[in-house]
């Protein structure tokens, strides 16, 4: 078995460019030691209450070490910003370690409560993360958007000038069968993305097995035909010389042609196998004998998997060879596992060393018993010198990297739009295009985008007044044609809108990217995106991403639910707002009147910048409601944020009330108001956010604060009284409201997949209509 032959030590040169490459060379091997031994105390040292599986990945890490310590150490700058593959989680903390911005017992807790944590997140890692990491794939889109953000802000002068930074993807090669990678790729060329690095891990291995050849032939001209430069780093520097050696050429050749399962078994064989193919297949060439003659196995072995993404030289020259910002794929061919017992393997990807393989290991990097955490054990550089080396590591000299970020003015209240009848999303519209005509802070920093919906979401008049975002001015072709529309959409660097393709995924990352812009590049911006409602489940693993790393945006999911009608069953949503119910950080509202939606807008954008906010999912209707004319005070403004309000307040002691939500409020009217002498007295309650309603009743169940708002609201009721609840939605989204109070419950909502038709037939069939509630009262009274 190939082991701990590969970590080479380089000697010691006079010259500052070798003492550096010296230096860097040490401090990989520090990484790689760290790294692993991080896994191991989690996985066999470490007291395990519970005889679960730790796990982290020492294959993943020992494959990324030399590209990561090249980056950190010497090629990052400051303004730089990084999303980290998710299992080289070890490797960053470790190297966030030896530059003092990591405490040991982090890394003695890796994995555990409290402790680095699995994957690198930007919440819950105290070793300044950029961009969390997980799901594989998201990380990489991400930073393709955080670019473009970069240059939003710069563009418009939002931040105090500073060298723009490089926005660093460090990609595990599967992570390349992603989908919304490619989504994003073509985002990127339409939108000229800059500053750009992604930095391909080519270890040939995902997590099952080892990647296809074919697959990987085509990626760089992928790339390329996107407008990337793509620098291959595929030989070191020991192999470029054997290749320059007579005969050099064939071992080149049947290196090339050597397919990637059997470089990958050759690497685990060791020697032994490396030198029975080569006799095999090359020894008629002398040149190749007599290397075979000069090296032993270990040797052999070293030459044949000195891969450039391992060699720091290599590394170095393609990194430091790039100085403009022509967005720029690295592919550097690596070993997953490299310099560990299990290179190569092809099961490696969550294999760990054992007990004898790990003494071997540390025994190899010269750790002695009880230093296996101290920083500088086993490397053949003087502390002192590895101490200055590391106080002046650029990528660390401007201390923490996150900026605070003034926050934006929020008026006291938001203008209602007029109009006797309106749907919620053509308020939504009029607010912002009410906004958009002033000249306020808060429309100054808000930025919008779809996925190809801007016009049927209503963000057109808005967009007609602020412009399109683009890098460059650019000519309204029809407008200078004299062709009539009524979308008047300039594109240039101050446009607040950004287009994108129909790509839910690019909305998600976009939006994550955006609701990120104060802390990393220094201008606070206030996002809103909108797609149609049932869409987001497209999307929805890049949502759930945002929101974990505590991105602030706000989501406008129109048109929604069967009320989408005609438009037939693929495009109604139905389980939207559970998922708004179950999303942790995101803030989920479903107003039925505008002017509950100028109080939850102006509430969100404030909300959307409180250091316990949220993110915010506003899910709006195309159904035109009769509005109402009320004064919408501080304590029903309160009622409307914190989730209901009675539209109708029950008497004491009441037998029924209404419970409804968003466009099926004129049925839930239309109910109560038959109900008449039959149940005098019985409430109809309106309900604004199911979520925050839930979220505040569950914490006070837990203790957390007092009774909660829908406890308080409901006190009126008889303690046997009945709710019926209604909305165009799955009815668990309300029915847990019979537990706050122990009430019985008829929960009306949609629960099949919908189909075309208008509204009367449609809320007659799904149980929803005005006669659906009424006899759901009418069961629920016979019930008592
Ligand atoms: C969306 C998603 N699907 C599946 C996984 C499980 N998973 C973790 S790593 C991995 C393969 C990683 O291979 P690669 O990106 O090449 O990383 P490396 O070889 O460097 O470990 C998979 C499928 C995941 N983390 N995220
Ligand atoms: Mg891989």
Not at 141 to 169: H, W
Not at 551 to 557: K, N, T, W, Y
Request: hydrophobic share 45%; proline share 5%.
């Amino acid at each position: 078995m190939a082991i701990l032959r590969v970590v080479e030590r380089v000697d010691g040169p006079a010259d500052p460019v070798a003492g550096r490459l010296r230096i860097l060379t040490a401090l990989q091997r520090k990484v790689l030691w760290l790294s692993a031994w991080m896994i191991h105390n989690a996985n066999h040292l470490r007291l395990s209450r519970d005889g679960l599986k730790v796990g982290g990945h020492q294959a993943s890490s020992a494959s990324i070490v030399t590209l990561m310590t090249a980056l950190y150490f010497d090629v990052l700058r400051p303004q730089d910003r990084v999303a980290v593959k998710p299992h080289a989680s070890p490797v960053f903390h470790a190297i966030q370690y030896l530059l003092g911005n990591q405490a040991l017992d982090k890394l003695q807790r890796f994995r555990a409560l409290g402790g680095a944590q699995s994957y690198p997140s930007r919440t819950k890692d105290a070793d300044d993360v950029d961009y969390s990491t997980g799901s594989v794939g998201l990380g990489v889109g991400i930073t393709l958007f955080g670019a473009l953000v970069q240059d939003y802000i710069r563009l418009k002068n939002l931040a105090p000038e500073r060298a723009p930074g490089r926005v660093v993807a460090l990609v595990g090669d599967a992570e390349l069968d992603e989908g919304n990678v490619f989504e994003a790729l073509l985002e990127g060329w339409k939108h000229d993305v800059r500053n750009l690095w992604w930095v391909i891990d080519y270890n040939r291995q995902s997590l099952d097995t080892i990647v296809s050849d074919r697959l990987f032939n085509r990626i760089d001209t992928l790339f390329g035909m996107m407008g990337w430069r793509v620098v291959t780093l595929k030989y070191g520097k020991r192999l470029q010389a054997a290749f320059a050696r007579p005969d050099g050429e064939h071992l080149r050749e049947w290196i090339n042609a050597c397919p990637n399962s059997l470089y990958s078994a050759l690497v685990y064989k060791g020697g032994e196998g490396w030198r029975e193919h080569l006799r095999r297949d090359l020894n008629r060439y002398p040149g190749i004998r007599r290397i075979l003659e000069e090296l032993g196995d270990d040797e052999l072995h070293a030459l044949m998997t000195n891969l450039a993404g391992h060699d720091m030289e290599a590394v170095l020259e393609a990194f430091h060879g790039i100085a403009d910002d022509i967005p720029t794929c690295f592919i550097a061919y690596t070993i997953k596992g490299f310099g560990l017992p299990f290179a190569g393997h092809k099961d490696n990807h969550a294999g760990l060393m054992n007990r004898e393989q790990m003494e071997l290991f540390r025994a190899a990097m010269a750790i002695p018993d009880g230093a296996e955490w101290d920083r500088f054990a086993g490397l053949d550089v003087p502390p002192a010198e590895l101490e200055a080396f590391l106080a002046a590591v650029p990528f660390n000299a401007a201390g923490p990297r996150r900026y605070a970020t003034p926050l934006i003015p929020v008026p006291a209240s938001l203008p209602v739009p007029r109009g006797a009848r309106m749907s919620t999303q053509e308020g939504f519209g009029r607010i912002l295009n009410d906004l958009a005509g002033g000249d306020s802070e808060l429309a100054a920093r808000i930025v919008t985008t779809s996925p190809d919906v801007t016009a049927s979401t209503n963000l057109g008049g808005w967009v007609n007044r602020r412009g399109l975002f683009d890098r460059t001015e650019r000519q309204d072709v029809f407008r200078d044609e004299k062709v009539v529309s009524a979308q008047r959409w300039l594109p240039s660097p101050q446009g607040q809108h950004i287009e994108l393709g129909i790509a839910e995924h690019n909305l998600f990352l976009l939006l994550a990217a955006l609701g990120l812009s104060g802390s990393m590049f220094g201008a606070r911006l206030l996002p809103v995106g909108t797609l149609y409602d049932p869409f987001i489940k497209r999307g929805l693993d890049a949502l759930n991403y945002g929101c974990y790393q505590d991105s602030r945006f706000m989501l406008v999911a129109t048109p929604s639910g069967l009320t989408l009608a005609p438009e037939g069953g693929a495009h109604q949503s139905a389980s939207e707002p559970l998922i708004g119910l179950a999303q942790a950080d995101l803030a989920c509202f479903e107003p039925a009147f505008v002017d509950e939606l100028a109080v939850l807008m102006r509430w969100g954008f404030a909300h959307m910048q409180a250091e316990e906010g949220s993110s915010i999912y506003l899910r709006l209707s195309t159904r035109p409601l009769d509005q109402r004319v009320r004064q919408i005070g501080e304590s029903f403004a309160a009622d409307i944020v914190a989730g209901a309000y009675w539209l109708v307040e029950p008497h004491d002691g009441a037998e029924l009330a209404i419970v409804c939500c968003g466009a099926v409020t004129p049925e839930a009217l239309q109910a109560h108001e038959a109900l008449g002498d039959d149940l005098p007295g019985a409430g109809l309650l309106m309900v604004t956010s199911p979520d925050r309603l839930h979220a505040e009743w569950l914490a006070s169940r837990r203790g957390v604060g007092r009774d909660s708002h829908i406890a308080r609201l409901l006190k009126p009721l008889a303690p046997d009284a009945a709710l019926v609840t209604v909305i165009d939605a799955h009815p668990a989204t309300l029915s847990w409201l019979g537990g706050v109070a122990q009430h019985r419950i008829n929960p009306l909502g949609v629960d099949r997949f919908g189909q075309s038709g208008d509204l009367p037939d449609l809320y007659r069939t799904y149980g929803i209509d005005a006669d659906a509630i009424l006899d759901a009262a009418a069961r629920a009274c016979l019930e008592r």
